[in-house]
């Protein structure tokens, strides 16, 4: 029986009919990510833009998640051709393209994942794990299709070109960083102001009448949920690193007994 590739986020979104609920997996740990991925949770976002992830470390963990039912997605450090085709070719179906601020930018991020005459992807499916080395049939005429791009809008020249990046052929879906977004506002650290949750909202309803999904990053549960019945289809609800380093702390402030007036060496 001839090989197959699994769905992409779309396609799974499409069949689950309901919005997707998923965490980061920042970790650059294999074992971190396969205890994450048989967690329940229907998406995992492996990054490499904050986080310690090269290239083995991001083949290594598509492996270790690759058992579980859910789905993956993969944010590289940047827009780039080259990067791109690297993770393509690793087996990445599902891309994330961190801090796209125009239409311009979201057509090259489409050509970096389509393959010549309508991309750049440069060719090398017989040394690829993508093709299962050749072994998928007519990978080459069907790539496109079991790949999906998600682009971040996180700015506000973003925001400002929502619109325009939504026409963009190709782009699958928005995926909005709060964060950045109100940096880029002069809010920083204030993810949760209301100039923020407004933009966010704009951009949820320019998604909604393109027709194309949003989804959005919202670690406090009630934003989350208020994203979600604004009509957001998938979220980001935690992070490996950040429940670790809270679980940890949460332990340390039950035994530990700080002495009175020291203050802890730190790096």
């Known amino acids: 029986m001839p090989l197959q590739l699994g769905p992409t986020f779309y396609q799974s979104l499409d069949q689950t009919?309901?919005?997707?609920?998923?965490?980061?997996?920042?970790?650059?740990?294999?074992?971190?990510?396969?205890i994450c991925a048989g967690a329940g949770l229907d998406w995992i976002l492996v990054d490499a833009e904050h986080s310690p992830n090269g290239l083995e470390s991001i083949l290594a963990q598509l492996q270790a998640i690759h058992g579980y039912p859910v789905q993956v997605m993969v944010r590289p450090p940047v827009n780039d051709t080259v990067v791109i085709k690297q993770?393509?070719?690793?087996?990445?179906?599902?891309?994330?393209?961190?801090?796209?601020?125009?239409?311009?930018?979201?057509?090259?991020?489409?050509a970096a994942v389509r393959y010549p005459p309508h991309g750049v992807r440069g060719v090398g499916s017989a040394l690829a794990r993508a093709s299962r080395w050749n072994r998928v049939p007519d990978y080459l005429?069907?790539?496109t299709g079991t790949v999906s791009v998600t682009v971040q809008i996180e700015s506000t020249a973003a925001v400002d070109a929502v619109e325009e990046i939504l026409a963009?052929?190709?782009?699958?879906?928005?995926?909005?960083?709060?964060?950045?977004?109100?940096?880029?506002?002069?809010?920083?650290?204030?993810?949760?102001?209301?100039?923020?949750?407004d933009a966010v909202g704009h951009c949820i309803k320019a998604a909604t009448a393109a027709g194309k999904p949003?989804?959005?990053?919202?670690?406090?549960?009630?934003?989350?949920?208020?994203?979600?019945?604004a009509g957001t289809s998938f979220v980001l609800v935690g992070a490996d690193v950040a429940m670790l380093a809270r679980g940890s702390e949460a332990l340390?402030?039950?035994?530990?007994?700080?002495?009175?007036?020291?203050v802890k060496a730190s790096y």
């Open 17 to 34: 009919g309901r919005p997707l609920a998923g965490m980061w997996v920042c970790s650059g740990s294999p074992l971190v990510a396969e």
């Open 87 to 110: 993770y393509l070719d690793l087996g990445v179906q599902n891309l994330l393209i961190p801090m796209v601020n125009s239409g311009t930018e979201a057509a090259a991020a489409v």
């Open 141 to 143: 005429a069907e790539a």
């Open 168 to 197: 963009v052929d190709g782009v699958d879906g928005i995926f909005l960083g709060p964060s950045d977004l109100a940096a880029s506002m002069g809010l920083l650290g204030q993810q949760e102001h209301p100039q923020v949750r």
């Open 214 to 229: 949003a989804g959005v990053n919202a670690f406090n549960p009630d934003t989350a949920r208020a994203y979600l019945d």
């Open 252 to 262: 340390a402030s039950q035994f530990v007994r700080p002495s009175e007036g020291a």
